[in-house]
């Protein structure tokens, strides 16, 4: 049914780019010469379609869901960078030059005209360029500060505590996945056996919006209070309980990607706890967090996501956090000071 409404979407906004001219480059150009022979009609085309979209987009946008999709594709992102300028500049060239942009050009293909087709070709061949520059680089040379901040203390972690620099159990290679970017997570997040966990002090920020499929996970139920003593790691019953609520399962195929409300240190929290259980061997931070996710216009929910409870068995690291009687033994074998 899904596939039914697009098909018929597509087609009124072919037959209306048709009717309003926005499909004849000739009509476009002089709508662009307003220094000389300007023709306004087309402000007309584009003034109708942003009424219609504002009156009928606020009433959809209040729905809880759409009919036919789980979420809706909204833009969240509100800043005026540099590349939004520069493509803003580019776009509004190429269509100055040509009289076409993208969805003129695709229904203009129907009018078998040879100058459509090589428009398509280039613009085609521009997205590709630009897909291909975009993803030159790997995620971790364009690391936000406050998540190579955590992903280093992760790694500090890590090495620590294994003598070839990786995690017990863990090889050296899986190393290279404790972070993931937003594009490969959003081009994922349907995937059967991915866990995406929100992290926050409060479930406020969780119920406006969340990355699709997101489980909401209380900073509080890895860090606790003892008497004076603040953050504080839960016991193995009581993460093994978050744990299977959560609906981990500790599968060798199952993929945890972890992303927090601030910076990096909520979701660096998580990743511990999961770590002092056995279960990070699969888990990654989020670059940006969720901060990144916005910025980038990735998509968001409010639905919350049905988790079936697992019954996992951990495989707990107890070495994995330090007490502090540890901690002071090694201030004094350091200082060499008995009372350090």
């Excluded at 981990?248 to 998580?270: F, H, K, M």
Aim: hydrophobic share 50%.
């Amino acid at each position: 049914m899904s596939g039914l409404v697009a098909f018929v979407s597509g087609l009124l906004f072919a037959l209306g780019l048709g009717v309003g001219g926005m499909t004849q480059p000739s009509k476009v150009l002089a709508f662009l010469d307003v220094a000389g022979d300007w023709d306004p009609s087309l402000a007309f085309v584009l003034g109708g379609a942003l009424l219609v979209y504002f009156l009928v987009g606020r009433v959809a946008l209040a729905w809880p869901r759409p009919l036919f999709d789980d979420t809706f594709h909204v833009p969240t992102r509100r800043d005026v960078d540099g590349r939004l300028v520069l493509g803003s500049v580019l776009f509004g060239a190429g269509w100055g030059l040509a009289g076409y942009c993208p969805g003129p050009a695709l229904v203009s293909l129907a009018s078998g005209r040879a100058t459509v087709f090589v428009f398509v070709a280039a613009m085609l061949a521009g997205m590709w360029i630009f897909q291909r520059w975009n993803a030159r680089t790997p995620a971790a040379a364009t690391l936000r500060p406050a998540t190579a901040a955590s992903l280093v203390a992760l790694s500090v972690l890590a090495g620590a505590q294994s003598g070839d620099g990786a995690p017990p159990g863990v090889s050296a290679g899986m190393r290279e996945q404790m972070l993931v970017d937003g594009g490969w997570l959003a081009s994922r997040v349907d995937q059967p056996g991915l866990v995406v966990l929100h992290v926050g002090k409060s479930r406020e920020a969780y119920d406006r919006a969340h990355v699709p499929g997101a489980r909401f996970v209380a900073f509080g139920g890895v860090a606790k209070s003892r008497g004076p003593i603040p953050n504080e790691m839960p016991s193995a019953g009581e993460l093994t309980a978050l744990a299977r609520r959560l609906g981990i399962t500790g599968e060798p195929d199952e993929r945890i990607v972890i992303y927090g409300e601030d910076e990096g240190l909520l979701a660096a929290r998580v990743f511990v706890a999961l770590d002092a259980l056995g279960l990070a061997g699969n888990a990654a931070l989020l670059d940006g967090q969720w901060a990144g996710w916005q910025a980038e216009g990735r998509p968001v929910t409010t639905e919350v996501p049905a988790v079936a409870a697992s019954s996992v068995a951990p495989r707990p690291r107890p070495e994995r956090i330090a007490s502090l009687a540890a901690v002071a033994d090694l201030a004094r074998r350091a200082t060499g000071s008995p009372d350090a």
